[in-house]
């Protein structure tokens, strides 16, 4: 049982669901979904799903872009791509920070879209992963009390087996 409860404590999560919500995006018009990515190094999926014949663009952008987007000015993205009607991407996630994934209906008057969107956070399987530092006080104050549990018992072995031997000379 402690051997359980260690292995949990010591395992980072790996994956946590950020969204899954329906978007109604007008003709000409855009939605974004903000996301504060706490752990990295990360990899985002999204799942999208629009109306047929929907001419939506999706993309990935920082904060920062974000408000150059709105204000009509340049920005760079880090992903790009227009969606079909049902749409998977899967992006690594350059740093830690605040992102938005930008939802633009490029259709005309007539052609508003209902999105849903899925976004799944996950970190990367292959880099080195460390334990969160109160999980690690967790972790090394259970296997103290463990340690002083077993040197405790195995002391008093000792001197029971030591008085019992006494006895017998």
């Not at 706490?38 to 014949?53: G, H, I, Y």
């Not at 549990?149 to 006494?166: D, F, K, Q, V, Y």
């Amino acid at each position: 049982m402690f051997l359980a409860l260690i292995l949990l404590l010591s395992t980072p999560a790996s994956e946590a669901q950020l969204l899954n919500d329906s978007f109604d995006v007008p003709a000409r018009e855009y939605r974004f979904i903000p996301m504060h990515i706490a752990n990295w190094p990360a990899t985002l999926d999204l799942a999208f799903n629009a109306s047929e014949n929907a001419p939506v663009r999706v993309e990935l952008v920082t904060r920062r872009d974000l408000d150059r987007f709105i204000r009509g000015k340049p920005y760079e993205y880090l992903l790009r791509l227009s969606a079909r009607p049902t749409s998977d991407f899967r992006q690594p996630v350059p740093d830690a920070g605040d992102y938005d994934v930008l939802l633009i209906n490029e259709g005309s008057r007539d052609s508003a879209v209902k999105v849903r969107a899925a976004v799944q956070f996950a970190r990367e399987p292959d880099v080195a992963q460390y334990v969160p530092p109160a999980r690690r006080a967790i972790l090394i104050s259970v296997s103290v009390v463990i340690f002083l549990i077993a040197l405790l018992w195995s002391g008093l072995a000792l001197l029971r087996a030591m008085r019992s031997g006494a006895g017998h000379l």
